[in-house]
């Protein structure tokens, strides 16, 4: 079935740097959501997306629904001790009602 | 924050049990999901529901089934649970007008023996 790559699937950074992570399909998405996920919890919803060329921030987070509506991006800018996690991003394909297809996550971990 | 709750949040429990996973949510929402997930992987579409009296099979073949009897409440069942049981379990839910992303329970973490 239809899958997503996302990478890179991990991170390691330094406090204050910027991050980017991003996410291809081989298929038109109708919508993008980016997730993340602590340890020994559900995904929190951070950023939807739902119209190609859309750029829509959160705080610090900013994440874009590609042109080709094949991609999206997300960037965490000035990260922090708190960003560390895993981010999923996920898909609604334009062929689906209301199910989403999850990229296998970006882990990433903070050097204070 | 969407209110979705599961309980237990986390099971640890002998092999052949019977086991039941709750998931209640308050928002009203006619779709609800289920995922299986192992530890920092991705997740997977085990089953999901429309509405009252709605049930279908997602995209991972699991030996779980589930119920929709209340549009509020929607429970995962183990008849007889195997060690290759023991994974994550995180219950969704979703508004019904367009498409409305979801929001996540904080999931069970079921262990079998």
């Known amino acids: 079935g239809q899958q997503l790559n996302q990478s890179p699937q991990s991170m390691f950074i330094q406090e204050g740097e910027d991050v980017s992570m991003n996410c291809t399909s081989s298929?038109?998405?109708?919508?993008w959501l980016w997730y993340k996920q602590d340890p020994g919890e559900g995904p929190v919803l951070l950023i939807a997306?739902?119209?190609?060329?859309e750029l829509t921030s959160n705080g610090r987070l900013t994440a874009q629904f590609g042109i080709t509506r094949k991609d999206s991006f997300l960037n965490i800018s000035a990260s922090i001790p708190s960003d560390v996690g895993i981010y999923f991003c996920?898909?609604?394909?334009?062929?689906?009602?209301?199910?989403?297809?999850f990229g296998s996550g970006t882990r990433l971990s903070i050097r204070p | 924050e969407a209110d979705i709750y599961q309980t237990p949040r986390y099971l640890v429990i002998g092999t052949g049990k019977k086991i039941t996973l709750e998931c209640s949510q308050t928002m009203g929402h006619d779709k609800m999901y289920w995922y299986q997930q192992d530890p920092g992987m991705e997740l997977h579409l085990i089953h999901y529901?429309?509405?009252?009296?709605?049930?279908e099979k997602g995209d991972l073949s699991s030996e779980s089934t589930v119920s929709r009897i209340r549009t509020e409440h929607f429970p995962l069942t183990l008849e007889s649970a195997r060690p290759s049981h023991t994974s994550q379990y995180l219950c969704?839910?979703?508004?019904?007008?367009?498409?409305?992303?979801?929001?996540f329970g904080d999931g069970t973490r079921l262990s079998i023996l």
């Open positions: 969704a839910s979703s508004g019904s007008y367009g498409f409305q992303p979801q929001h």
């Open positions: 298929s038109i998405f109708n919508t």
């Open positions: 996920a898909g609604q394909e334009a062929s689906s009602a209301s199910k989403i297809i």
């Open positions: 997306l739902y119209k190609a060329g």
């Open positions: 529901s429309y509405g009252v009296n709605s049930t």
